[in-house]
């Protein structure tokens, strides 16, 4: 559970999943409580590893907690908030979900690209492809209105 200032934010019940809450509604002026609680109900019907009350042998004692970073970051009213990326040999798809409608993205050594909506197909002419001897990353920019998300990929295929 996580609360802020006291006032509960919601839940997560899912397991080993991400999850986010915005607070913006919640915050006060001058110094904020977040409180992450954890509680471990270690149930026998759930898998959880070579974990045991008594260890001994292969069996570790119980172990639980949070086990990813936990952090605050800011972000603009109508963010992207899903990233998709489908790179084939010679084109890039990328997928998003949130934002504004219009979007731009600049891809180094490509080009650049306005476009609407929630997905974008980029054909690339002579591209060139990750290899262990030349790892070539194609970075690119996504700019969504107040939004911005720097991000790469690249081109490769495993055959024989």
């Known amino acids: 559970?996580?609360?802020?200032n006291g006032k509960l934010l919601g839940k997560n019940t899912y397991g080993y999943l991400p999850?986010?809450?915005?607070?913006?509604d919640l915050l006060k002026d001058g110094e904020n409580t977040l409180t992450v609680e954890v509680r471990d109900e270690t149930n026998p019907l759930y898998p959880?590893?070579?974990?045991?009350?008594?260890?001994?042998?292969?069996w570790y004692t119980p172990i639980s907690g949070i086990?990813?970073?936990v952090w605050l970051e800011g972000c603009a009213k109508n963010y992207i908030k899903e990233l998709k990326l489908t790179?084939?040999?010679?084109?890039?798809t990328i997928d998003t979900v949130g934002g504004d409608a219009k979007k731009?993205?600049?891809?180094?050594?490509?080009?650049?690209y306005d476009y609407e909506g929630d997905s974008i197909t980029v054909r690339i002419e002579n591209p060139i492809n990750w290899t262990p001897e030349n790892p070539h990353l194609y970075n690119f920019t996504l700019i969504c209105g107040e939004d911005k998300v720097d991000s790469y990929y690249d081109a490769r295929s495993i055959g024989s």
């Not at 559970?1 to 802020?4: A, E, G, I, R, T």
């Not at 731009?104 to 650049?112: D, T």
């Open 87 to 92: 790179p084939t040999l010679n084109e890039i």
């Open 67 to 69: 086990w990813q970073s």
């Open 19 to 24: 999850f986010e809450f915005n607070i913006t």
């Open 104 to 112: 731009h993205i600049n891809i180094s050594g490509v080009g650049e």
């Open 1 to 4: 559970m996580v609360f802020l």
């Open 48 to 58: 959880y590893g070579k974990q045991r009350i008594k260890r001994g042998g292969m």
